[in-house]
Antibody, heavy 122, light 107 residues
Framework: EVQLVESGGGLVQPGMSLRLSCAAS????????IHWVRQAPGKGLEWVSG????????GYADSVKGRFSISRDNAKNSLYLEMSTLRPEDTAFYFC???????????????WGQGTLVTVSS | DIQMTQSPSSLSASVGDRVTITCQAS??????LNWYQQKPGKAPKLLIY???SLETGVPSRFSGSGSGTDFTFTISSLQPEDIATYYC?????????FGQGTKLEIK
């Protein structure tokens, strides 16, 4: 069974940094692109970033470009999101999501974690 | 960036009704469109990919159509368990943008 478990969320002050992790199991991690999607409380979904199976970043939402960085460690079956210069508008649930097709198909978000809440507030 | 305009933002319908949601892309995205269902407190669930392909295990009352810039999502006969918010998402080009969502309620 595919499992994605996010961690690292919490309360952080504006301007500070935070690192989110996503631990994956139940599939061949190295074969799939993985993404971060966020959702502010009561709001819609926003794709944040994605990374290919061989660690090329697919890009970033304009709202986080230059502040967030995605990476993965295939040896640890883990995905990361380094977030810096955090703003109150970054407050959201952050989900990791896996593509349903391996290798060079991107954007089919077929398996999701339950999310981790990041709150940016003084 | 590609903008996705979804309508309506909310919809009230009766059990058994046919429900239709539309999504318009700001530029041609071929058939690179997904539809998701999200229930309160839960992660989204992929229902339709490539505009019209049904994800494994998804009931056949859900369907999608369209290509280019105009897309439609349909529930042929609304069931009580279909109450949720539905989102379209393009994956033609990053950033892979979502529509604003359609909140579906039972009348």
């Amino acid at each position: 069974e595919v499992q994605l478990v996010e961690s690292g969320g919490g309360l952080v002050q504006p301007g500070m940094s935070l690192r989110l992790s996503c631990a994956a199991s139940g599939f061949t991690f190295d074969d799939y692109a993985i993404h971060w999607v966020r959702q502010a409380p009561g709001k819609g979904l926003e794709w944040v970033s994605g990374i290919t199976w061989n660690s090329d970043a697919l890009g970033y939402a304009d709202s986080v470009k230059g502040r967030f960085s995605i990476s993965r460690d295939n040896a640890k079956n883990s995905l990361y999101l380094e977030m810096s210069t955090l703003r109150p508008e970054d407050t959201a649930f952050y989900f990791c999501a896996k593509d349903i097709f391996p290798f060079d198909s991107f954007g089919y978000l077929g398996h999701w974690g339950q999310g981790t809440l990041v709150t940016v507030s003084s | 960036d590609i903008q996705m305009t979804q309508s309506p933002s909310s919809l009230s319908a009766s059990v058994g009704d046919r429900v239709t949601i539309t999504c318009q892309a700001s530029q041609d995205i071929s058939k690179h469109l997904n539809w998701y269902q999200q229930k309160p407190g839960k992660a989204p669930k992929l229902l339709i990919y490539d505009a019209s392909s049904l994800e494994t295990g998804v009931p056949s009352r859900f369907s999608g159509s369209g290509s280019g810039t105009d897309f439609t999502f349909t529930i042929s006969s609304l069931q009580p368990e279909d109450i949720a918010t539905y989102y379209c998402q393009q994956y033609d080009n990053p950033p892979y943008t979502f529509g604003q969502g359609t909140k579906l309620e039972i009348k």
